[in-house]
């Protein structure tokens, strides 16, 4: 199916259709689905009756990372491994059940909305990388710069 372009690959091993947007698959190559107002804005989308192709979300990404992932790959090097231009850093949120609620293009709107309120309250929109942890009902995140 790869051969005849039904399937592209988004990582080592993973594969989607295609027909997914392209930043749905960016995404998931930085390592996980949308969160925080990326989420929000293809939420917001859906309610008003756009598809997911018509939906435009403004770089730079904020992803959901499993707490358990070793980190997410460098723009430069996705750039040369997938043939892209080379994106924007994304904005990081860590939290295992925070990247697996939803579906696998987004967080959940209730996560979404929990997201936004602790990246904007730390200001974490404001480095070019930014680590934002989502610890379990807790109300705080905090921010470091990855290793």
Do not use: K
Request: with cysteine.
């Amino acid at each position: 199916m790869r051969d005849y372009g039904v399937l592209q690959p988004v990582r080592q091993g993973w594969h989607c259709t295609s027909d997914l947007p392209a930043v749905h698959r960016l995404a998931w190559r930085f390592g996980g689905p949308l969160a925080c107002v990326s989420a929000l804005r293809l939420h917001e989308g859906r309610a008003s009756g756009l598809s997911d192709r018509e939906i435009v979300i403004e770089e730079p990404l904020h992803i959901a990372i499993p707490r358990n992932a070793v980190g997410a790959p460098s723009p430069e090097l996705l750039a040369r491994r997938w043939g892209i231009p080379v994106p924007q850093p994304p904005v990081l949120h860590w939290g295992t059940d925070d990247a697996r609620s939803g579906d696998r293009r987004a967080v959940s709107a209730d996560v979404a909305h929990r997201q936004a309120a602790i990246c904007r309250s730390i200001d974490a929109c404001d480095t070019p990388v930014t680590r934002v942890s989502h610890d379990a009902g807790s109300e705080r995140g905090g921010r470091a710069r990855p290793p």
